[in-house]
Nanobody
Framework: QVQLVESGGGLVQAGGSLRLSCSAS????????MGWFRQAPGKEREFVAA????????HYADAVKGRFTISRDNGKNTVYLQMNSLNPEDTAVYYC??????????????????WGKGTLVTVSS
């Protein structure tokens, strides 16, 4: 059974930082490109960042480029999202995702093989 478990969410003030982690089990982790999505209240789930199987390439949504960094540790079956310079517009539930393929561009939700249950990030002004 595949499980993706996110952690690291919480409440942070604008300008602050958080680091999200996603621990994977039940799948051959290094065989999957990994990504992060987010869903704000009343909005659709949107792509945030993606990383290739061994971390050699990454891709970011324009809204987070330069502020967020995705990375992975295949030895620990874990993918990370370092979030800096957070602002209230970043408030959302953040979801870890194992993708069916690496596109080098933004993913749609249909490109995802497995989802985590999400972790809430709240940024106060």
């Amino acid at each position: 059974q595949v499980q993706l478990v996110e952690s690291g969410g919480g409440l942070v003030q604008a300008g602050g930082s958080l680091r999200l982690s996603c621990s994977a089990s039940g799948l051959s982790f290094s065989s999957y490109p990994m990504g992060w999505f987010r869903q704000a209240p009343g909005k659709e789930r949107e792509f945030v960042a993606a990383i290739t199987w061994h971390g050699s390439n990454t891709h970011y949504a324009d809204a987070v480029k330069g502020r967020f960094t995705i990375s992975r540790d295949n030895g620990k079956n874990t993918v990370y999202l370092q979030m800096n310079s957070l602002n209230p517009e970043d408030t959302a539930v953040y979801y870890c995702a194992a993708a069916k393929f690496y596109s080098g561009t933004s993913y749609s939700i249909n490109d995802i093989a497995y989802w985590g249950k999400g972790t809430l990030v709240t940024v106060s002004s």
